[in-house]
Each structure stands twice: as C-alpha cells, then as structure tokens.
C-alpha cells in the first residue's frame, strides 16, 4: 500500500524568500505520479504541481518547483519569492500505475509572514 | 459545468438517519473520488469510480458507507444511520484520464460539510 509522509505539520517564513515543504513517499510501483495541492482557508484544493516517476528533469511551474529524489523517494516542494498568499495547507499526493486511487499526506500549514 | 459540483454544500442531519451526498463530475472525466477531510487533515480516500465501475472501496469505512455511479457521470456516496464521528467534509474529485496522469490532476468539487447531531 502506498504512504505519503509529510513531516513538518508546520512552516513559517518571511514575505519574499523561498521556502522547501517535504514529501517522502512509499511504493513498490515503478510507475507513479506525485502531485502536490494548497488549500487556502477557503477551503477549495488548488492543484499546483505534478511530477512523473520516469520524469528526467524536475517539474517546475512559475515559483513552484518539484525537488524528485527518486532513489531517497522524496519528493519537496519548493516555493521561491513567498507572498502573503501563500499561506495555506499543502498537500503531498501519489498514484501509482497500478492503482488508481490517489492517497494524500497529512498536509503541511504554511504561514508567511510580512 | 465548467468544475466539479457537489451538493448539498451543508447538511446537517440527526444521529441515525441516512444521508445522501451528491457529486457530479467534470463533463468527460473518467475517473471520479471521494474523499474525507477531518478539520485541519489531509483528505481521506474512501472510494473511486473508472465509469461506472467502482474499482476501490477499500477506503469505506464500514458498510454503513456506499457509493454508486450507475451511468458513470453524476455519482452518490450514501451514509446510512449516521453516527457523530461521520461528521466531517465529504469531498468529491474527477479525474480526465485513467491511466495517464500527467494530463489529469484531480479536479476537487468545494465539499459537503456533514454534520450529524
């Protein structure tokens, strides 16, 4: 069965810098995909980042980047330039191949702060 | 629609009763989820539909919980006698592709926020 482990249940840093949230995960599928998504007090989950087992190159979008260390199956999400609206729940997520179902970390509450 | 919709948005129900939640999908999207999310967690995977065929329930609870998505469209996840410890946000998710994921992230209805009194 798949696991995804989110370790900090709590980040802080300031307006403008850049920020590393961590993901490791457990599979015996070769093939997977690992997402990440925010959750604002609104409560809606915003999908920001996806990133492919046989991916070469880690995925990037805008001031999101994906660090893949396949070997260490760890998967961190990296935030550049934090801004105030950034501040919300993310989420680690994995689907494997095989197996359909998408099975989410614990989450981790980001705050920025000014 | 142009995302997930679910309703009702809010449900408030007495200990015992049943309760049905509505979810329907992005027009196109094969694959459809649902989700718990206790305040403050990650979402809970209970269950997933490939059309009309539910491929994992593993997730359910106990058998006090059951979805369906007959046409594979529109799909119902059915709480029967509802107890206290149901309540919580109920979240729906459809998916474009089955096997491909890069093209298909989950796309997440707002939730039914359940709560049995």
């Known amino acids: 069965a798949q696991k995804i482990t989110q370790t900090q249940p709590g980040m802080f840093v300031q307006e403008k810098e850049a920020v590393t949230l961590d993901c490791t995960y457990d599979t015996s599928d070769p093939s997977y995909g690992l997402f990440w998504y925010k959750q604002p007090s609104s409560g809606e989950m915003i999908f920001l980042i996806y990133?492919?087992?046989?991916?070469?190159q880690n995925a990037t979008e805008g001031r999101y980047s994906l660090n893949f260390q396949k070997a260490r199956k760890s998967a961190n999400l990296v935030i550049s330039a934090s801004q105030l609206g950034d501040s919300a729940m993310y989420f680690c997520a994995m689907r494997e191949y095989n197996n359909n179902d998408m099975r989410f970390g614990a989450g981790t509450r980001l705050t920025v702060k000014p | 629609g142009a995302g997930v919709s679910q309703s009702p948005r809010y449900k408030v129900t007495k200990r015992g009763q049943d309760v049905a939640l509505r979810c329907d999908p992005i027009s196109g999207h094969v694959s459809l989820y649902w989700y718990r999310q206790a305040l403050g967690q990650g979402p809970e995977f209970l269950t997933y539909f490939n059309y009309e065929a539910q491929q994992d329930k593993s997730g359910l609870p106990n058998d006090r919980f059951s979805a369906e998505r007959p046409e594979g469209s529109i799909s119902t996840l059915t709480i029967q006698r509802t107890e206290q410890r149901d309540s919580a946000m109920y979240r729906c998710?459809?998916?474009?592709?089955?096997?491909?994921?890069?093209?298909?992230?989950?796309?997440f209805g707002n939730g039914t926020r359940l709560t049995v009194t």
């Open positions: 998710a459809s998916s474009l592709a089955q096997g491909g994921f890069r093209n298909s992230p989950l796309h």
């Open positions: 990133q492919g087992s046989y991916d070469q």
